[in-house]
């Protein structure tokens, strides 16, 4: 048993949930009807935006690859329009509830402002430590982490030894796959969840791979990972692909030393 060579992660298209959002964000709830907020988070189609970026990424998923060995997909309907409007050839999808969006619990669908008012404590921890809080009735990235993605990589080591393996799931999930697949420091973790550098926007594929990049020499685990994204060029009225070079990444082991400097860069609360 072993892991696979390669392994896509792909972000579902821009959703309808997606447009409610954005829109809320820059201060207009008008999206908020009755109808939208009792719609349930797994039945939110793409928009013909999240279609065509789709599209983008699969053009380019075919060109890096044409076949993989395993293709796998979250049983949400936008992940499935997604997995579908790629068009991957001769692709047969297997649907996997592990891969499915973090639960938002009670707060999914509902404005900034209502979970301000009627969350107030839990609001507070949001953006203070986005690591461990936990929604309302939902689930925390740390609860995705250690029992999600580990049932995951479990599944993968069991049954795809040394196979290319494209996935298509969320945001979150994808954030929770990053953070164990390259062991993150809380530390590191906080850092890139608030880095604009590190967003995993919609249509995002990360890329790992056990195959250097550049001798094709092969390591046990994961230890590359290119990202790759489709972006909209104004110029050309089309959307591209944008394309980060390969990074490596090493499995971080701490000296005694090393954590009594992470303890020192804490101040202390009393």
């Known amino acids: 048993m072993g892991m696979p060579l390669d ?3 792909i972000r579902h298209g821009e959703s309808e949930a997606n447009v409610i959002i954005s829109a ?3 201060g207009d709830n008008s999206l908020y009807t009755q109808d939208n907020v009792t719609v349930p988070d797994r039945s939110w189609r793409l928009t ?10 699969g053009r380019w998923l075919v060109a890096q690859q044409e076949l993989f060995d395993r293709y796998l997909v979250s049983p949400y309907v936008r992940t499935r329009e997604t997995a579908a409007t790629m068009a991957l050839p001769k692709a047969k999808w297997e649907e996997t509830r592990v891969l499915r969006e973090r639960s938002w619990g009670e707060i999914s669908t509902i404005t900034k402002e209502e979970f ?3 969350y107030k404590r839990n609001w507070l921890f949001k953006n203070t430590d986005p690591l461990y809080w936990c929604p309302p009735a939902g689930e925390s990235i740390a609860d995705v982490a250690e029992n999600r993605v580990h049932n995951l ?5 069991r ?3 040394a196979e290319s393996v494209v996935m298509v799931s969320h945001g979150d999930l994808m954030l929770a796959l990053m953070l164990t697949l390259e062991d993150l420091s809380d530390e590191e973790f906080m850092h890139r969840a608030d880095s ?24 046990k685990r994961f230890r590359w990972e290119q990202t790759a994204r489709p972006v909209f060029n104004e110029q050309a009225g089309k ?5 980060e070079p390969w990074r490596e990444f090493k499995r971080p082991l701490l000296s005694n030393g090393d954590l009594v400097d992470v303890v020192h860069a804490v101040d202390p609360h009393l």
């Open 7 to 9: 392994l896509y992660v």
């Open 24 to 26: 809320g964000e820059q």
């Open 48 to 57: 013909a935006t999240g279609r065509k970026q789709a599209d983008c990424i």
């Open 116 to 118: 301000r008012t009627s």
């Open 153 to 157: 990589l479990t599944s993968l080591n």
């Open 159 to 161: 049954k795809s030894d």
């Open 196 to 219: 604009p550098d590190w967003r995993i926007t919609n249509c995002t594929c990360l890329h790992y791979s056990r195959r250097d990049p550049q001798t094709g020499r092969t390591c």
């Open 239 to 243: 959307w591209e692909m944008q394309v």
